[in-house]
């Protein structure tokens, strides 16, 4: 099972290749091709039997633009069984830059209960955000260190910046660009596009 924290995803890969002065798609995946591309490099004979992915939801009344686009987004995302989108709506407190608030909490909490409710046999955690170690520290504690992987771009110079349980040896699958290519999703969704 691959939990991907889809905004720190996103910055990170325009971090990590030198997209930050790029048009907005760049940085965007396509959670089902993630996660079989986790799978060939080390799931194995294991099945991928879900890609959650966890976003922020803009405000309809707010931000419909926003709104539309991260819609149109989820609904490709939804079209296949094995993609799981979970939102929670962004916080307004400062109008003019919304923050993402509970996502690495509902990524937390999901990763241990799926863990000990026995739904995966090796969760791959797809993020930087270090708020995210004591779920990792908490699952190699209960189910062992195979139970836990975790993913990040690989910058063509520099360190990768993955998370890291002390003590426990946990499998890495670094992404390089090449590998980003690969799951990129190059769809402009603010662009409202007609049904014929």
């Known amino acids: 099972m691959v939990f991907v924290?889809?905004?720190?995803?996103?910055?990170?890969?325009?971090?990590a290749f030198g997209l930050d002065s790029e048009h907005h798609v760049h940085g965007q995946i396509l959670p089902l091709r993630l996660g079989l591309l986790l799978k060939n490099m080390g799931l194995g004979d294991r099945d991928l039997t879900e890609v959650r992915i966890y976003r922020g939801m803009p405000s309809s009344t707010r931000d419909p633009k926003g709104y539309g686009a991260a819609d149109r987004q989820i609904a490709l995302w939804s079209q296949t069984g094995r993609v799981n989108p979970i939102t929670r709506p962004l916080n307004y407190r400062?109008?003019?830059?919304?923050?993402?608030k509970g996502i690495d909490v509902q990524i937390a909490v999901d990763f241990v209960r799926l863990a000990i409710e026995g739904k995966y046999d090796a969760g791959v955690l797809f993020s930087a955000d270090t708020d995210l170690v004591p779920a990792l520290e908490a699952v190699c504690e209960l189910k062992g260190p195979t139970a836990c992987e975790v993913a990040a771009w690989a910058p063509p110079t520099g360190s990768p910046h993955i998370l890291r349980v002390q003590g426990q040896r946990l499998r890495y699958h670094y992404l390089d660009r090449t590998r980003y290519e690969h799951v990129h999703d190059s769809t402009d969704y603010s662009v409202r596009r007609r049904r014929r």
């Open 94 to 100: 400062q109008p003019d830059a919304p923050k993402e």
């Open 5 to 15: 924290d889809y905004q720190n995803v996103y910055r990170q890969a325009r971090r």
